[in-house]
């Protein structure tokens, strides 16, 4: 079994920063793309940033310039630094990894439970 475990949520004052974590762990045989989602109330769930094992990024436009997306292959981890943070940032952050597992090589993608980011101003 596999699972995505997200942390670093909380509490940030407008202008502050965050950084998130989020780790697979289980029987994986290898992780292609890592990334982070966000969902406001109301609103789609939309693109925050995207890493694959090239070392490959892209961001979403709402956030471009203040994230910075960075991956341990080692240990099947992403990090999401989140800087400049606005009150439009304030949403629930999900990871999501694309990846083979040993008893299921087909790749398939797995969500985390989300941790929820709060801005204030």
């Known amino acids: 079994q596999v699972q995505l475990v997200e942390s670093g949520g909380g509490l940030v004052q407008s202008g502050g920063s965050l950084r998130l974590s989020c780790v697979a762990s289980g029987e994986i045989l290898s992780v292609s793309v890592m990334d982070w989602y966000r969902q406001a109330p109301g609103k789609q769930r939309e693109l925050v940033a995207s890493m694959n094992d090239l070392g490959n990024i892209n961001y979403g436009e709402s956030v471009k310039g203040r994230v910075s997306i960075s991956r341990d292959y080692a240990k099947n981890a992403a990090y999401l630094q989140m800087n400049s943070q606005r009150s439009q940032d304030t949403a629930v952050y999900y990871c999501?990894?694309?990846?083979?597992?040993?008893?299921?090589?087909?790749?398939?993608?797995?969500w985390g439970q989300g941790t929820q980011v709060t801005v204030s101003s």
């Open positions: 999501r990894a694309t990846l083979k597992a040993l008893t299921n090589q087909r790749a398939q993608s797995i």
